[in-house]
């Protein structure tokens, strides 16, 4: 099968005019376990073809396509419905991490509420991984010594890059140089641009990295992301199968024709036991809350909401402190 027609088959995107243009670019398979909007112990394929400044990426389990746009405005990242009829769109795909600042700001003020002093209160925060001015502080290392991994009867030799973010790690990577004649092309920075507009870690963690790829560009063979938001905490697996320079349509990396975009509200009932009023999830007049399983709580009014984090914290300590059997 052809670069173009594999192109085609992997993105799904029969409808997209063929197009005489065609730029160079990266094909990169790989398996991961516990992508974004899967179960988190669920495996799936995604293709990705990157070249500089945009990225097309197909992901086999429920047939979604991504496109990054790092040439528009701020960024852009649609993500186009398995019909090919409708997309959505974010200008930096930042909600997830904007809805953990606003978590991780409430959590902090509830921590220095309740702690007795401030040595309790700073063992709170490590707990949480948090600091008291809400700073998150990433920093990047890598390790001496290579791995030796093997694709397509090829071997190749990857160096191990680390980042954390107020001490937790968050990215676990290696990275193996492009291939020969590859180095004008798009390479590690696109591929955790990806992955940080699907909300997995926070812009922090992004510009370590964007400085680090200046001087190492590669393709990350193998990679254990922590991805930590308001409704998750786990470890993202992802492993390369396959990669190659190759040509693709200039269309692959734009909308298909026709798709309309949509705007999705998610309706839920304020959490505080017994009250019945509706809140919207993107604004809720109350705020949210956050709990100790990174799950979000959405509420009607302050009042609620401070209701419900009191006694979900007298709940925890009451538990904490029953003798174990």
């Given at each position: 099968m052809g670069d173009r027609t594999m192109l085609m088959a992997a993105l799904a995107l029969a409808a997209l005019p063929c197009c005489a243009e065609e730029i160079p670019a990266l094909r990169v398979k790989q398996e991961i376990l516990g992508f974004p909007g899967l179960e988190k112990d669920q495996t799936t394929s995604v293709v990705l073809f990157i070249a500089r400044d945009r990225l097309a990426?197909?992901?086999e389990s429920d047939k979604r396509i991504f496109i990054v746009r790092l040439d528009e405005d701020e960024g852009r990242m649609y993500e186009i419905a398995p019909d090919r009829k409708t997309y959505s769109e974010s200008a930096d795909s930042q909600d997830r991490q904007k809805e953990r600042?606003?978590?991780?700001?409430?959590?902090?003020?509830?921590?220095?509420?309740?702690?007795?002093?401030e040595e309790e209160f700073q063992k709170a925060l490590a707990t949480h991984h948090l600091r008291a001015d809400g700073k998150r502080i990433a920093s990047i290392e890598e390790p001496e010594g290579e791995k030796e991994f093997e694709l397509d009867g090829v071997k190749y030799k990857a160096r191990q890059v680390i980042v954390t973010e107020n001490g937790r790690r968050i990215l676990d990577a290696w990275y193996a140089p492009l291939p020969a004649g590859s180095t004008d092309l798009a390479g590690q920075i696109e591929f955790y641009e990806f992955f940080r507009r699907l909300g997995c870690f926070s812009d922090q963690v992004l510009a370590v990295l964007k400085s680090f790829t200046q001087d190492h560009r590669g393709i990350p063979l193998e990679a254990q992301i922590r991805v930590v938001t308001v409704t998750l905490n786990h470890v993202l697996k992802a492993r390369t199968v396959e990669f190659a320079k190759t040509m693709v349509p200039a269309a692959a990396f734009e909308l298909p024709p026709g798709a309309v975009k949509?705007?999705?509200?998610?309706?839920?009932?304020?959490?505080?036991?017994?009250?019945?009023?509706?809140?919207e999830v993107e604004a809720p007049a109350g705020g949210k809350y956050r709990d100790q399983n990174n799950r979000w709580h959405y509420f009607c009014s302050t009042e609620h909401r401070t209701r419900f984090a009191k006694d979900r914290i007298a709940?925890?300590?009451?538990?904490?402190?029953?003798?174990?059997?």
């Amino acid at each position: 099968m052809g670069d173009r027609t594999m192109l085609m088959a992997a993105l799904a995107l029969a409808a997209l005019p063929c197009c005489a243009e065609e730029i160079p670019a990266l094909r990169v398979k790989q398996e991961i376990l516990g992508f974004p909007g899967l179960e988190k112990d669920q495996t799936t394929s995604v293709v990705l073809f990157i070249a500089r400044d945009r990225l097309a990426a197909s992901q086999e389990s429920d047939k979604r396509i991504f496109i990054v746009r790092l040439d528009e405005d701020e960024g852009r990242m649609y993500e186009i419905a398995p019909d090919r009829k409708t997309y959505s769109e974010s200008a930096d795909s930042q909600d997830r991490q904007k809805e953990r600042d606003i978590a991780d700001r409430q959590l902090i003020s509830i921590l220095r509420e309740e702690a007795k002093n401030e040595e309790e209160f700073q063992k709170a925060l490590a707990t949480h991984h948090l600091r008291a001015d809400g700073k998150r502080i990433a920093s990047i290392e890598e390790p001496e010594g290579e791995k030796e991994f093997e694709l397509d009867g090829v071997k190749y030799k990857a160096r191990q890059v680390i980042v954390t973010e107020n001490g937790r790690r968050i990215l676990d990577a290696w990275y193996a140089p492009l291939p020969a004649g590859s180095t004008d092309l798009a390479g590690q920075i696109e591929f955790y641009e990806f992955f940080r507009r699907l909300g997995c870690f926070s812009d922090q963690v992004l510009a370590v990295l964007k400085s680090f790829t200046q001087d190492h560009r590669g393709i990350p063979l193998e990679a254990q992301i922590r991805v930590v938001t308001v409704t998750l905490n786990h470890v993202l697996k992802a492993r390369t199968v396959e990669f190659a320079k190759t040509m693709v349509p200039a269309a692959a990396f734009e909308l298909p024709p026709g798709a309309v975009k949509v705007e999705k509200k998610a309706i839920v009932k304020c959490a505080l036991p017994g009250c019945p009023n509706e809140v919207e999830v993107e604004a809720p007049a109350g705020g949210k809350y956050r709990d100790q399983n990174n799950r979000w709580h959405y509420f009607c009014s302050t009042e609620h909401r401070t209701r419900f984090a009191k006694d979900r914290i007298a709940k925890a300590r009451a538990e904490a402190a029953e003798p174990k059997k």
